[in-house]
């Protein structure tokens, strides 16, 4: 696989395929959210945190607040911040009537809480959040790269520029959210991104395809042209061993 020098995590809420990612050191990291949660099944909050700080100890994990108005968001923070030293607080950046939450994000900061701030969009907000978060508490800053990229809009130059933002203050790290496809993964490590995290498919792409020379199946067929299809159905199971090119679509047949 190609060396990558950002993170990648996993963005999901299956607890099994969490554990299997982190037992065969497939990501550096998870992230969820509420949605990924109740599609996942979940539906006790504090035993899914419980295990999945149990099964992956010393990875980050971002957890998210499900209140949307301030006071309540702060109480569910000093809780999720308890699970560990690993755990992150999932923070959105307005709440859903527009608040800013640059007051709370300001105060659980000052008081030592790691901070993922979510749902953000424009280079404002990046600069106000890096502004706000006390230097040297980690912090991710999650800029929805995706989102932005599925109105039309380049969503590059922004994260170019959340790059240098970010990296102004010690501590913060650019997360690159919302990934839509692996080479989404090769820009966030080519501008400078700390972190994309991304869902299962992506990081099994990440994993198995990611530095693979797609050129080998064309250059295979082309030198094995004279080789003849066949039907799947017709051919013995101990026939095919060691002929079968799943890239070529193709059965040697001897």
Sequence with gaps: MTKLNVKVFADGADIEEMKSAYKNQLVDGFTTNPSLMAKAGVTDYKAFAEEVVSEIPDASISFEVFADDLPTMEKEAEILKQYGDNVFVKIPIVTTTGESTLPLIKRLSSKQVRLNVTAVYTIEQVKAITDAVTEGVPTYVSVFAGRIADTGIDPLPLMKES???????????????????VYNVIQADEIGADIITCPADVVKKVNNNLGRDIGYSQRFCQRHSKFRFVNFINVKKQQLSGFISLDCCFILVI
Excluded at 164 to 181: D, F
């Design 163 to 181: 790059v240098k933002v970010t990296h102004s203050k010690e501590g913060v790290q650019l997360l690159w959210a919302s990934c839509r496809e």
